[in-house]
T-cell receptor, first 112, second 111 residues
Framework: DVKVTQSSRYLVKRTGEKVFLECVQDMDHENMFWYRQDPGLGLRLIYFSYDVKMKEKGDIPEGYSVSREKKERFSLILESASTNQTSMYLC???????????FGPGTRLLVL | GENVEQHPSTLSVQEGDSAVIKCTYSDSASNYFPWYKQELGKRPQLIIDIRSNVGEKKDQRIAVTLNKTAKHFSLHITETQPEDSAVYFCAASRTGNQFYFGTGTSLTVIP
């Protein structure tokens, strides 16, 4: 059974803080993704990675960066959190780009 | 990039009735179309998918149809049950590329 875990379910941060969201998968998947989910906007891709140390920008990368030092771990970094980054963040992994994406439980981030 | 539109945004049906959710896409090169179900407070999970070499696919009460000419695909749920209540997302992808998701449909099945 594929397992994708995220470091926190709920997070409250202050404007300007540096925020780290971590995602770990146990299926040796090549591809990992970070999405944000907002009401009425669906799932929007922030960044994805198709290999260790490789990353590609998604549709909304501004204000975010990512790190993939190990195959199983993909981190999303908010360099200086802002209130418009309050959202649900979902991590996903897949064995191939057109294969099933397995999602983590999500991190609900509130930036005050 | 690809643009995926999904309708309706909300849908209420009586238990036992059918539900249909429609998505359109813009990139004619898209060839893979998954559907995800997200129950309240839970993670999205794949429920069915279809590739462009097939026009229809069924799995028990769930079916997906694809019209490549019109660039739209639909999810059909028959004999709906309360546990079908969830948000459903469609997505489109072309070979070697990322998924583009629709904005979601909140389905409520009324007992």
């Amino acid at each position: 059974d594929v397992k994708v875990t995220q470091s926190s379910r709920y997070l409250v941060k202050r404007t300007g803080e540096k925020v780290f969201l971590e995602c770990v998968q146990d299926m040796d998947h090549e591809n990992m993704f970070w999405y944000r989910q907002d009401p009425g906007l669906g799932l929007r891709l922030i960044y994805f990675s198709y290999d260790v140390k490789m990353k590609e920008k998604g549709d909304i990368p501004e204000g975010y960066s990512v790190s993939r030092e190990k195959k199983e771990r993909f981190s999303l970094i908010l360099e200086s959190a802002s209130t418009n980054q309050t959202s649900m963040y979902l991590c996903a992994s897949s064995g191939g780009l057109q294969e099933t994406q397995y999602f983590g439980p999500g991190t609900r981030l509130l930036v005050l | 990039g690809e643009n995926v539109e999904q309708h309706p945004s909300t849908l209420s049906v009586q238990e036992g009735d059918s539900a249909v959710i429609k998505c359109t896409y813009s990139d004619s090169a898209s060839n893979y179309f998954p559907w995800y179900k997200q129950e309240l407070g839970k993670r999205p999970q794949l429920i069915i998918d279809i590739r462009s070499n097939v026009g229809e696919k069924k799995d028990q009460r769930i079916a997906v149809t694809l019209n490549k000419t019109a660039k739209h695909f639909s999810l059909h749920i028959t004999e709906t049950q309360p546990e079908d209540s969830a948000v459903y997302f469609c997505a489109a992808s072309r070979t070697g590329n990322q998924f583009y998701f629709g904005t979601g449909t909140s389905l409520t099945v009324i007992p």
